[in-house]
């Protein structure tokens, strides 16, 4: 089955710790993207990355960090920097460099992060 | 900035209601708008996406209109059942080559659909 992959399903992290989240994705596309999503709120922007080891801040950065090594993989790491963690994750990606402007972005099942 | 707007922020009716959710976008230079369901604890499912140049999508008892120059799109969803119950989303992409498929979202709207 083509689709996006996280893990895990559900973190904990003590205070002072980073902690990474995993994204996978089979589905060949270039793009892919970290959103955060907080209750009752929609979802934003933490980093995107149009191709390999080329990634980019999007508007909620800090205190976050991530790596493109390979393009099936988009790992986001949330560090002791970032002052509120506790949200549900959310990995997307999307065939962006065949130009087209009709391709949709494509969703994980998400990971949920609470601070101990 | 792009701003998304959903109108309401909650919706309950019952079963076989017909019904309408809102969403507004402050910038009208979008290539397309993404309408999202997400049940609770999950992922976002893609349910229609409206191109700029289009006015409206249809998928079964689902109908998504778009006026890019008033800044609106609406979800129709037609006899409504439980199983609609949902949070539904609603985000634009912009148009430019620097947007890199961004997508800007909206609050969303959660809808209960009763019994």
């Known amino acids: 089955d083509g689709g996006i992959t996280q893990s895990p399903k559900y973190l904990f992290r003590k205070e002072g710790q980073n902690v990474t989240l995993s994204c996978e994705q089979n589905?060949?596309?270039?793009?892919m993207y970290w959103y955060r999503q907080d209750p009752g709120q929609g979802l934003r922007l933490i980093y995107y990355?149009?191709?390999?080891?080329?990634?980019q801040k999007g508007d909620i950065a800090e205190g976050y960090s991530v790596s493109r090594e390979k393009k099936e993989s988009f790992p986001l790491t949330v560090t002791s920097a970032q002052k509120n963690p506790t949200a549900f994750y959310l990995c997307a990606s999307m065939d962006l460099l065949s130009g087209s402007i009709y391709n949709e972005q494509f969703f994980g099942p998400g990971t949920r992060l609470t601070v101990l | 900035k792009q701003e998304v707007t959903q109108i309401p922020a909650a919706l309950s009716v019952p079963e076989g209601e017909n019904l309408v959710l809102n969403c507004s976008f402050t910038d009208s230079a979008i290539y397309n708008l993404q309408w999202f369901r997400q049940d609770p604890g999950k992922g976002l499912t893609s349910l229609l996406l409206i191109q700029s140049s289009q006015r409206e999508q249809t998928s079964g008892r689902l109908n998504a209109s778009l006026d890019k120059s008033s800044g609106r799109s609406t979800l129709y969803i037609a006899a409504s059942q439980p199983g609609d119950s949902a949070t539904y989303l609603c985000?634009?992409?912009?148009?430019?080559?620097?947007?890199?498929?961004?997508?800007?979202f909206g609050q969303g709207t959660i809808l209960t659909v009763h019994p």
């Open positions: 985000a634009v992409r912009p148009a430019g080559g620097t947007s890199y498929g961004k997508l800007t």
């Open positions: 589905l060949n596309h270039d793009a």
């Open positions: 990355s149009q191709i390999v080891n080329d990634f």
